[in-house]
């Protein structure tokens, strides 16, 4: 497959992935521009057969991480080279959570406790509130999103396709409660 056939089946596609991630139009842009030389040099290496879509995400995904970390204030830049071991940075990520926990109101820091530390069924949150099953879920996965959100405007986290934090980059210096210092 050519640059071109690839720019045909994927640009648009790989154009919003990045849109999704990054602010800014022309930011997008260049990181887009970089993907596609990345790609059309290592497009030769590429064995018959390999999984093209998957290569092609995954080069996106390494180019949005290289952007913020240019953006990183000098004195930031060697934290994030430090970073190598995925198990050590799982654990890293996981001490953000109390202290994010604690931006949130109070009724979404007991939902989340309940069910996703201490391990209480959503079902069994819905007969404990006086709640419906469905009210529970909701009210569940609506914490989650406000926690997730609270992160996301601290630190951008690259994560595997399990959903493990594989790298992070913070947006800010004075990044807060994910003490990603």
């Not at 990054?22 to 990345?38: P, S, T, W």
């Not at 419906?132 to 996301?152: D, E, F, I, N, W």
């Not at 396709?161 to 210092?181: E, L, N, T």
């Amino acid at each position: 497959m050519t640059t071109d056939a690839v720019w045909s089946a994927f640009g648009a596609r790989l154009r919003g992935f990045i849109a999704k991630r990054v602010r800014g139009e022309a930011d997008v842009d260049d990181i887009l521009q970089d993907v596609f030389a990345k790609i059309h040099a290592g497009l030769g290496r590429l064995r018959e057969g390999a999984r093209l879509e998957a290569w092609l995400f995954q080069v996106a995904r390494r180019a949005i991480v290289d952007h913020f970390r240019k953006r990183l204030p000098a004195g930031l830049k060697g934290d994030v080279a430090a970073r190598n071991d995925p198990a050590d940075l799982s654990a890293e990520v996981s001490t953000w959570l109390e202290p994010m926990m604690a931006l949130l109101p109070e009724e979404d820091r007991e939902a989340l406790r309940l069910t996703d530390l201490e391990g209480l069924s959503q079902k069994d949150l819905a007969v404990r509130w006086g709640l419906s099953v469905t009210g529970a879920k909701s009210r569940v996965q609506r914490a989650r999103a406000r926690l997730k959100g609270a992160l996301l405007q601290c630190c951008h986290v690259e994560t595997d396709r399990r959903g493990a934090p594989i790298d992070y980059v913070r947006k800010r210096s004075d990044c807060g409660p994910c003490s990603c210092d």
